[in-house]
């Protein structure tokens, strides 16, 4: 079978990608190795899972009817409740006729002689399109540490990423462990806490959590909103992480301490992420870092009443250059007496046993062991398929040194023609409003194929000159701000032998919509366009 476009992943990325080609007449098939649409809201369905972007801004904007016809409940919606608004979106657009489910791409492999990919299906059947396009997400990759002895614990065992599809897992009187608490263990150790016999929660770097303050939306709120939308589109459009919030033109120590408690007192109240943008430096200078950091230990050694466990709970990283998480009572969950919580570091995890867990120090019985280890991200889910490019050139192989991985915008690759990446490496993706950031990226795709069309071009190829100025654009702009110095999945430093690289461009969502917008307008800029199709033997 040929098309004119394979995508991979049935998640936002997909779902538009799939409407967006199929409105301007191409055809496409989407493949998907779950049984629904989804994407990360299908997999992560762990207890507490919720968006941690207010949920007025976590949608699609291209349908003004969507927009008028999808009420959110809340200010930070529960996973259900996001699976069944893309399950809505897919209904409404009929898109599901266009995805192949329980289907994993395995492969795709660049036929130069013939100007198309070739895609291999798990099943070993294949299909070729003319474009390939990657939705598969920034953390659909799951980090499982290797333990020693994984295989022969005798309870059950779960990673937050892949939680049981159909089953609700049950906690109840349960000796459960939790080994990480990055933003899934601090969604779901409060809920297991609430079960659980006992928990027993196995840390490794303390974090930074700010309180969500969750609430229902008042209709009155909603139906101002809805009335408004479109110029908080625009203001979402032109701001620095995709969200319509003006952030404060005053470094942290310009202010006195009293006025600056105050601002940190107000934001915390808030909740959400007002905290990080009450002052324009906190991930730029030292020494305003202190300040919101230090405001937060506070706030965890007041609400802490063990002082020996708050004093582990305690982060020494720069606030914000780690994912910032949302959290709802996750100090708190220290305080109740069927929670221990143990410093990994002072004493390491040797091996799981069939009974448990041993580290240096002691062995835990356990019935559920859940794995919260987080994700490979950025370049992960993608090198997780064998994508071969000219010359039989393997993306790994291109990416091999870690540090030194080049992308041009995000979206393309120098020696892989026609294949484009949704919130790729180098984008503003994960430190973006990700919705918004992939119908950026789909609009720009979907626009450049219809160009091509229109123009008669079959290829077009990032150069290599355009991705090495992009990537060093990219390492300058972050090498200027504190994001490079933290060890973090943004770095690769959650994984072990991966060289560290920071993959995320610091730019400003508003800059960078203006600079891919700019490429195309100067024809694609930074692109090698094929003049005509080679003659095929």
Not at 244 to 250: A, E, L, Q, V, Y
Not at 327 to 344: A, C, G, P, W
Not at 398 to 420: D, M, R, S
Not at 436 to 445: F, G, N, S
């Amino acid at each position: 079978m040929k098309y004119d476009a394979v995508v991979i992943g049935a998640g936002f990325s997909g779902l538009y990608m799939l409407q967006r080609l199929r409105e301007a007449g191409f055809s496409a098939r989407v493949y998907e190795a779950g049984d629904g649409v989804g994407g990360v809201w299908y997999w992560n369905r762990y207890p507490g899972a919720r968006c941690d972007s207010e949920s007025i801004y976590y949608n699609y904007t291209f349908s003004e009817e969507l927009l008028q016809e999808w009420t959110w409940s809340s200010r930070y919606p529960e996973q259900p409740e996001i699976l069944r608004y893309l399950n809505f979106v897919a209904d409404k657009f009929d898109l599901r006729r266009d995805i192949q489910f329980e289907t994993r791409v395995t492969a795709a492999h660049y036929d130069e002689e013939n100007q198309q990919w070739l895609i291999y299906l798990e099943d070993g059947s294949q299909v070729s399109a003319t474009y390939f396009i990657s939705g598969v997400g920034c953390l659909s990759a799951a980090n499982i540490p290797k333990f020693k002895g994984l295989d022969q614990f005798e309870g059950k065992w779960y990673h937050t990423g892949h939680w049981p599809q159909h089953e609700k897992v049950d906690f109840t009187g349960k000796r459960v462990g939790v080994i990480g608490n990055g933003s899934s263990g601090v969604q779901s150790i409060p809920v297991i806490a609430q079960e659980a016999e006992h928990l027993t929660v196995f840390q490794r770097t303390p974090q930074y959590t700010i309180p969500a303050r969750n609430h229902p939306y008042d209709p009155a709120f909603i139906k101002q909103t809805k009335e408004n939308y479109q110029q908080i589109v625009e203001e979402m459009r032109n701001s620095w992480a995709g969200f319509p919030i003006k952030p404060s033109s005053r470094s942290a120590i310009e202010d006195s301490q009293e006025v600056r408690q105050q601002v940190y007192e107000e934001a915390w109240e808030k909740g959400g992420f007002f905290l990080t943008y009450t002052y324009n430096d906190l991930t730029m200078h030292e020494a305003s870092n202190e300040t919101v950091s230090e405001f937060i230990r506070s706030k965890i050694r007041e609400t802490v009443t063990k002082p020996d466990v708050a004093e582990k709970l305690l982060p020494s990283y720069y606030f914000g250059t780690k994912r910032p998480i949302l959290d709802t009572h996750y100090y708190e969950t220290y305080n109740r007496e069927n929670v221990t919580l143990i410093d990994v570091n002072k004493a390491p995890i040797v091996e799981i046993t069939p009974k448990g867990l041993r580290t240096t120090d002691a062995e835990y019985e356990l019935d559920i062991l859940v794995f919260a280890t987080g994700y490979d991200g950025m370049t992960g889910p993608l090198l997780k398929i064998d994508i071969r490019g000219k010359d039989g050139l393997t993306l790994k192989e291109k990416w091999a040194e870690g540090a030194h991985v080049q992308t041009y915008l995000g979206i393309a690759n120098a020696g892989f023609p026609n294949f484009f990446m949704i919130t790729g490496p180098e984008s503003p993706s994960v430190l973006a409003n990700m919705p918004l950031a992939i119908e950026q990226h789909v609009d720009w795709i979907g626009d450049c194929l219809e160009q091509l069309r229109h123009r008669g071009v079959p290829t077009i190829e990032a150069t290599l000159e355009a991705e090495t100025a992009w990537s060093k654009h990219c390492r300058e702009v972050a090498d200027a701000t504190l994001y490079p110095k933290a060890d973090s999945w943004y770095t690769g430093a959650n994984i072990s032998g991966k060289p560290r690289s920071f993959l995320i461009y610091l730019g400003g969502f508003g800059v960078y919509r203006h600079i891919c917008d700019d490429v195309a307008a100067k024809g694609y800029e930074g692109f090698s366009l094929a003049s005509s199709p080679k003659t095929v033997s």
